[in-house]
């Protein structure tokens, strides 16, 4: 076996926090820092938020002022709410995206894990060889495809690209060989089941945890991509909320009193994703050597 | 039998998919990369315009463009400072977390892989207003004590403003696959090393920084990917710095050459240099490192 599958947790209490043996100063210290120092921007906008333009700039940075609610209004009226739009676009993108993906990859992860057929290593190298070509190279040559049918400019031109995702066919592939017994679908297959239903019905539920994670990782990628929204699109009203606001910032080299707005709106941006990051929490466990997806 | 269809079935989207939008864009860069617009006459009216065969054109152009190079050399720099810099810090935190030597495990776990949520371009503006002046805390602080805190916008210093962002984005994620990693470990690997009196720096050094070697191996391959493709961080960082040029990264020359020049063979060639050296680095360094990782089971 040429990729190590690690061992599900060995370890004696391998859910919970490891017991402290000997506290650490040392070690407390650092991880401290460390978290401080990822903390530390995050914030940052909470308490710029809170500022009127003009204290952003005259206030100590690190004090709290009152004007986080006026800031939402005025954020919320620029041009008639664009800025919820470019949220809700994000979500479309992201939600969408990762969704079919997610489904594209299962399928194709677990054709690649339980059956023998001709031309699955060439199938599978071509996978591998995706997941090495960056994909934002490929931003502007799918530009040029995608206008020559006339679909740049539109929801499907983000939508359509993020589908793919060799990444995600991979993990699937590694999580479908571990999860799902070949006696399992032999028995689904003696029952009468079809290839369809044993993988919806049968395959499909097990391999649920995985593309879980799966599924929030694309979500993820697909949320901060920035390239592939800010080549294809001309129309402001299909902005995610990453181009719509870097467009925002752009004007505020202008205008600084938009700088507000810019720093509300980028607030605003990372609630959902903070909120979907700590609710999820026990899913983001990757090993990438061990090629292996644990739950 | 009646399953012979079956995996050309489930492959089937994943196929359509990956020609469309990942096969025939390579190879449609590859061709517009070999071609050129020939213009006859004053370029004017239609047909003034075709589109003939160029050679090799567009790469001696590319590649002796004189923003090309210096595009590239930055890059290099900036992954020799992001890379070491993000897996180290990485690398030292998982262990840290994993050693079990603290009680603020789980909130500083949770709070260095936040950063993860963040996408880029946000964590470019919110650190390029830390990096403002006007606004920064850490110009504040260091002001008040007398000292005179770098402009970190300033073309001396703007490679590691642009870089910290990466690092800060970066780290929580590779920590979080390398934890993962140590924590399946099966503890009797080192337990007895610990009953024979060995520290845990010893035990890190010489059985567990060897064993999340495939992992480490990995987070090295998709940080140097991330790297060589570096573009959301400095064009947002653009507005707020004089110090970063329309051609400051290899990929942001592609986007200016195809969208401001409208050159996009010059564009496609480039952006076929990258992916080559992308893909060479890449290949190179498993074959390197002689890692199993990613090749074909059974």
């Known amino acids: ?295 | 039998m009646r399953t012979r269809g079956a995996p050309y079935g489930f492959l089937a989207p994943a196929l359509v998919l990956f020609a469309a939008f990942l096969a025939a864009p390579v190879v449609y860069a590859g061709y517009l990369s070999l071609r050129r617009v020939k213009v006859s006459g004053l370029g004017l009216g239609a047909g003034a315009r075709s589109e003939v065969w160029a050679g090799l054109g567009n790469y001696t152009r590319s590649l002796t463009d004189p923003e090309f190079v210096p595009s590239v050399l930055r890059v290099g720099a900036y992954g020799l400072v992001v890379v070491p810099v993000m897996l180290g810090l990485a690398l030292v935190l998982a262990l840290l977390l994993d050693a079990g030597r603290t009680r603020v495990g789980t909130f500083t776990r949770t709070a260095i892989f936040l950063p993860y949520a963040v996408p880029a371009v946000i964590a470019s503006l919110l650190w390029g207003f830390l990096y403002l002046p006007r606004v920064s805390p850490i110009v504040d602080v260091l002001d008040r004590v007398g000292i005179t805190a770098p402009d970190a916008l300033s073309s001396g210093w703007v490679l590691y403003a642009v870089a910290n962002i990466a690092v800060w984005g970066g780290t929580g994620f590779n920590m979080i696959v390398l934890y993962t990693a140590l924590r399946a470990i099966p503890t009797d690997l080192f337990e007895a090393a610990r009953i024979d009196g060995a520290s845990d720096i010893q035990i890190a050094l010489r059985i567990k920084i060897p064993i999340v070697g495939p992992s480490l191996i990995m987070t090295f391959l998709f940080s140097l990917i991330a790297t060589l493709q570096v573009f959301a961080e400095p064009m947002t960082l653009r507005p707020l710095s004089n110090t970063i040029s329309t051609t400051w990264t290899p990929l942001m020359k592609v986007y200016r050459d195809a969208f401001v020049r409208n050159d996009i063979y010059s564009a496609a060639a480039t952006s076929v240099v990258i992916a080559v050296a992308t893909f060479v680095i890449s290949y190179g360094f498993l074959k390197l490192v002689g890692s199993r990782a990613f090749s074909q089971e059974n």
Not at chain 1, 8 to 15: C, L, M, Q
Not at chain 1, 60 to 86: E, K, M, Q, V
Not at chain 1, 108 to 127: I, Q
Request: hydrophobic residues 55%; contains cysteine.
């Open chain 1, 1 to 295: 076996m040429a990729v190590l599958m690690s061992p599900p947790a060995v370890r004696a209490t391998p859910a919970a926090e490891p017991k402290p043996r000997r506290v650490s100063p040392t070690a407390t210290v650092l991880l401290l820092l460390g978290a401080a120092y990822c903390l530390l921007p995050v914030l940052w906008v909470l308490i710029a938020s809170t500022k009127s333009a003009s204290e952003l700039f005259n206030t100590f940075t690190f004090l709290p002022s009152t004007h986080l609610f006026d800031n939402i209004a005025f954020l919320s009226g620029y041009r008639d709410g664009l800025y919820w739009r470019w949220m809700v676009n994000s979500a479309i993108f992201a939600g969408g995206g990762a969704a079919v993906s997610t489904l594209v990859s299962a399928m194709a992860g677990f054709a690649l894990a339980k059956y023998e057929f001709r031309g699955k290593r060439t199938v599978f190298n071509l996978v591998l060889a995706g997941v090495l070509v960056p994909g934002v190279i490929l931003a502007v040559p799918q530009y040029l495809l995608l206008a020559k049918v006339g679909l740049t400019n539109t929801y499907w031109s983000v939508l359509l690209p993020s589908f793919i995702s060799p990444y995600g066919i991979y993990l699937c592939r590694i999580f479908a060989a571990a999860t799902v017994p070949g006696e399992v679908l032999e028995a689904a297959r003696m029952d009468g089941a079809g290839d369809g239903r044993a993988f919806f019905r049968v395959a499909l539920p097990m391999m649920r945890g995985g593309l879980v994670t799966v599924f929030l990782f694309t979500f993820v990628a697909i949320w901060n991509n920035y390239m592939l929204p800010f080549i294809m699109l001309g129309d402001d009203k299909l902005f995610p909320v990453t181009v719509g606001l870097s467009g925002l910032l752009n004007q505020g080299a202008t205008q600084p009193a938009m700088y507000t707005s810019v720093v509300t709106g980028a607030f605003l941006s990372i609630v959902p994703l903070v909120v979907l990051f700590l609710t999820m929490q026990r899913y983001w466990r990757v090993d990438l050597g061990a090629g292996a997806v644990k739950m």
